[in-house]
């Protein structure tokens, strides 16, 4: 069984940036698309950015030339590279393989403006 572990979240002031880790353990064989999501408070859960392979990327738009997704099978590790945070981008942050519907158990992020 396949579990995905986050790191990297903390509080950082609003302009700062914060760089999220997401270690997958067990066998990860075919593991496919991965994605990291976010839920900031009293909202839904929404999709941040997805990588697949070979590293077809896709952001949501709020986050487009502030974020950058990255993956390294051979460390079976999933990146999410923040900068220029803003307030709205503070919420509880979720490492997904998609395709196996695996889900880590988040790690807080919280900008302070």
């Known amino acids: 069984q396949v579990h995905l572990v986050e790191s990297g979240g903390g509080v950082v002031q609003a302009g700062g940036s914060l760089s999220l880790s997401c270690v997958a353990s067990?066998?990860?064989?075919?593991?496919?698309?991965m994605a990291w999501y976010r839920q900031a408070p009293g909202k839904q859960r929404e999709l941040v950015a997805l990588?697949?392979?070979?590293?077809?990327?896709q952001y949501v738009d709020s986050v487009k030339g502030r974020f950058t997704i990255s993956r390294d099978d051979a460390k079976r590790t999933l990146g999410l590279q923040m900068r220029r945070l803003k307030p709205e981008d503070t919420g509880v942050y979720y490492c997904?393989?998609?395709?196996?519907?695996?889900w880590g158990q988040g790690t807080q992020v919280t900008v302070s403006s």
């Open positions: 997904s393989a998609m395709t196996a519907g695996i």
């Open positions: 067990g066998r990860i064989a075919g593991i496919g698309i």
């Open positions: 990588i697949g392979l070979p590293g077809s990327t």
